[in-house]
């Protein structure tokens, strides 16, 4: 029963290709994210969704391009992967627009070769 | 621009010592300020937040100290144990304008290490 679930836990590609980490999250909420963990550690917003409208969209180059379905699913879709997109991408929800705990799933670590 | 800066980058305490993170931050419009715990492998965690009306809080062995007009705000874990080691994040959290949405900004981490 975990609460905000991330697939694949691994992907592991070579440059130029385009992959999907899909995330689904069981707690009801209407807001969700998307954030980047690089190799220093250092977290990142990149998008957030609330019922399935885009409110921020940070400045990440537009081969990312999220997706979301309905209000428990916000996939993030990948084009002409690069070498610096290799870092852990971390889904998040939340049930307030503001001042709310952020539930993160438990990741998914991306190498590009 | 680093919008809360957050140290020491690493830690390292004997068991039962206390472990003191410290923050700061200049926007004066964040209005919420968590502290997430993230094991090697793992999402983050919230471990206890505050808002600026309050100057300290309390959750067991976890305390935030928080001073607005110095705009800096820290976490206190007293009797540091083993299982406490992991990467602390601070964060800030405040609406963009003609948002309706918080948006959380992160310090950089520090990597807290607790010695048996």
């Known amino acids: 029963d975990t609460a905000v679930s991330q697939t694949p836990k691994y992907l592991v590609t070579q440059m130029g290709n385009d992959k999907s980490i899909k995330c689904e999250q069981n707690l009801g909420h209407d807001t969700m994210y998307w954030y980047k963990q690089d190799s220093k550690k250092f977290l990142k917003i990149m998008f957030s969704?609330?019922?399935?409208?885009?409110?921020i969209n940070e400045t990440v180059p537009n081969r990312f391009s999220p997706k979301s379905p309905d209000k428990a699913h916000l996939n993030l879709h990948i084009n002409s992967l690069e070498l610096g997109d290799s870092a852990v991408y971390f889904c998040?929800?939340?049930?307030?627009?503001?001042?709310?705990?952020?539930?993160f799933g438990p990741g998914t670590r991306l190498t590009v070769l | 621009q680093q919008q809360v800066k957050q140290s020491p980058q690493s830690l390292i305490v004997q068991k039962g010592g206390i472990s003191i993170i410290n923050c700061a931050y200049e926007n004066t419009a964040f209005d919420y300020f968590p502290w997430y715990q993230q094991f090697p492998g793992k999402g983050p965690a919230l471990l206890i937040a505050i808002r600026p009306d309050v100057s300290e809080k309390k959750e067991g062995r976890f305390t935030i100290s928080f001073n607005k007009s110095a705009k800096q705000f820290s976490l206190h874990i007293m009797d540091s144990q083993p299982g406490d080691s992991a990467t602390y994040f601070c964060a800030a959290s405040m609406r963009d304008r003609g948002s309706t949405l918080g948006r959380l900004y992160f310090g950089r981490g520090t990597q807290l290490t607790v010695w048996p």
């Open positions: 969704y609330n019922n399935k409208e885009l409110i």
């Open positions: 998040a929800s939340s049930p307030e627009r503001w001042r709310s705990t952020q539930y």
